[in-house]
């Protein structure tokens, strides 16, 4: 049997890799009916900003080869309703919780980690993951993963709200000139880890109406499509932290995991933990399902324990 | 079925499909999915993977539960109703008997059935018609006159005149082009069926359109509408948000609401039909979160 522990950080240490991704899964009770969310590795929720947001109109999807393109424009219910019903939801059923917080200003995205430290349900969360893919206000609605300084002062800022057990993950964009720059922020300012990556910016155009399908025009490009850009991107930033660029913080692996195979692809890459996200639309359990493919395919190739596979296919 | 899916009343299974016909523009198939059968009840639908297991085209296409049977020969059969329009739903339609399907289901909430035997009309536009049925047994069941109107914008993709005619107490059938039955809409005999049966509810399945002048007629004349609604769903199980659209709350406030998990019924006169134009739907500025002017 494949030991699929792993420690991502502050002493906390997770019974295998998998998780959900964030915005793919809700809040956990949807998918509890498909699966125990409480085998996962950890659960990581729906990007949560201070107050509630519609979102945008719709139609908010396009489907694209082997992926889809989505702009929901970070709908939720507020980090109050968040720290009050999901939060202790997903505690009251065992689940190990990656929250994801998400911000249009730095202010606010220290306002809902210090909203989620003060939560009765704070047990249950392992690591905090920081959604910087979203448009800075105060710059003009540049998204804060495009601009190193602004990713920066978003950690910098949630690091100080949380406690030192709990992990701060940084979430980044690959729609970058250079990612390794924004990694390499990111983790001068605190982050204990990096999570990668979130969707490509995209758009499609309804030929028969002869005009964007999308409501909000352009939207986030997911699912096995991107798959290659999600491996080059935890490759190259594992590569800059062999190369003593970077500190060596765990990466979190995400982008077009459908099978164990997809899985283990990121974690020769270098990513110390895996998400499911759009495959999760195809098969309800598909992040259960990985990762019992995942465990089958370590055991085939000899693997003793999951820690010794991440990151095997540097220097080789 | 697992003691969790039981509990969670919905399921997944890979089901065999034991028969599939043409009938009219439509395919209707009948599929061996254990489960759901049991567990689904009318107004509910099924989301259907496409194309087997590395498929480059991912997400479910979701399609209204036709019909039911717990308890056939060959286990509980789920039947639907599918107009083949694009990439997924011809796949669908030209699987033979013994292929394969992924079906996710029942999903979604039924139509809401009333406490007494009020009189009820259901309206169907084009295929919306196939849940139809076998919501009309389970109200004349109850004691329920019901009529239905059956309308398309031509004969070929009107969905079940024979059958209505067997299980209702009236039935009128209306096609844009006059093929078959009266020339026009479906509200146009509505507000009649309404008034000289005193109907007390109008239950619609069909496009978006058809569904708010209902809700329109029934309101003029007292009745309240229950619709089903279709909107564009990239999961079927509530996790992705795309499938949102305007409605008002218990609160008399406006939300996004997910249509496959707090719908696909709403109560016609709760959705903000003022907000959708040409297959697009805004954010009322009154919805809960709307964005500020400035803001995100
Ligand atoms: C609750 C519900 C019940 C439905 N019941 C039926 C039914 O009984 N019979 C039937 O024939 N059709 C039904 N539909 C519509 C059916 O799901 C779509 O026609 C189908 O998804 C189109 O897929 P496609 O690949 O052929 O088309 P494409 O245009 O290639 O689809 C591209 C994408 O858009 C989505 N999409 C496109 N049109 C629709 C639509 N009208 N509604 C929802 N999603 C759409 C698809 O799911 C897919 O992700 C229902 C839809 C919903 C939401
Ligand atoms: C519908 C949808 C909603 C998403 N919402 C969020 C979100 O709220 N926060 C976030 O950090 N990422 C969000 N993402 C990005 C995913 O978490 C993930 O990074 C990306 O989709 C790539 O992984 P995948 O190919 O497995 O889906 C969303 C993706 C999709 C498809
Ligand atoms: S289709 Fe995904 S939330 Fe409704």
Known sequence: MVDLSVDLGGGHRLPNPLMTASGCAANGRELHRFFDVADLGAFVTKSVMADPRSGRGTPRMAETPSGMLNSIGLQGPGIEAFVDEDLPWLQSVGARVLPSIAGSSSTEYAHVAATLRASRAFDAVIGVEVNISCPNVANRGLVFACDPLASAKVIALVREQLPRDIPVFAKLSPDVTDITAIAAACVKAGADGLTMINTLLGMVIDTDRMRPQLGGVTGGLSGPGIRPVAVRAIWQVRQAMFEGRIRTVPIIGVGGVRTGRDALELVAAGASAIQVGTAVFNDPSAPVRVLRELCELLDAKGFERFTDAVAVAHGR | ?296
């Open chain 2, 1 to 296: 079925m697992s003691e969790r899916q039981l509990r969670a009343r919905v399921t997944q299974v890979v089901a065999e499909v034991i028969a599939t016909r043409r009938v009219g523009a439509y395919q209707h198939l009948t599929l061996v999915a254990p489960g759901v059968a049991e567990l689904a009840r009318p107004g509910q639908f099924v989301a259907l993977a496409v194309g087997g297991e590395t498929s480059g085209t991912l997400l479910r296409r979701s399609f209204s539960i036709h019909k039911v049977s717990p308890s056939g020969t060959y286990g509980g059969t789920v039947e639907i109703v599918v107009s083949a329009v694009g990439t997924g739903t011809r796949w669908i339609v030209d699987r033979a008997p013994h292929d394969t399907i992924d079906v996710v289901g029942p999903l979604g909430k039924a139509f809401p059935l009333p406490t007494d035997p009020v009189a009820c009309v259901l309206v169907g536009g084009g295929y919306g018609s196939a849940p139809l049925f076998w919501l009309a047994a389970e109200l004349r069941e109850r004691g329920c006159h019901v009529e239905m109107v059956l309308g398309a914008a031509s004969e070929d993709r009107l969905f079940g005149v024979v059958e209505a005619r067997r299980s209702c107490d009236g039935v009128t059938v209306t096609t844009d082009d006059g093929s078959a039955g009266q020339q026009g809409w479906v509200s146009d005999p509505l507000p009649e069926i309404i008034e000289r049966t005193k109907a007390g509810v109008v239950y619609g399945c069909g496009p978006m359109g058809m569904l708010e002048s209902i809700t329109r007629v029934a309101q003029a004349h007292g009745a309240v509408a229950q619709v089903a609604v279709e909107e564009s769903m990239a999961c079927g199980v509530g996790v992705c948000m795309t499938c949102v659209m305007p409605v008002v709350g218990a609160d008399g406030r406006t939300r996004m609401a997910r249509s496959c998990v707090e719908g696909p019924v709403f109560r016609g006169d709760r959705v903000r039909w003022d907000s959708f134009d040409g297959g697009h739907a805004r954010v009322p500025d009154d919805a809960v979160g709307a964005p500020k002017v400035g803001g995100h």
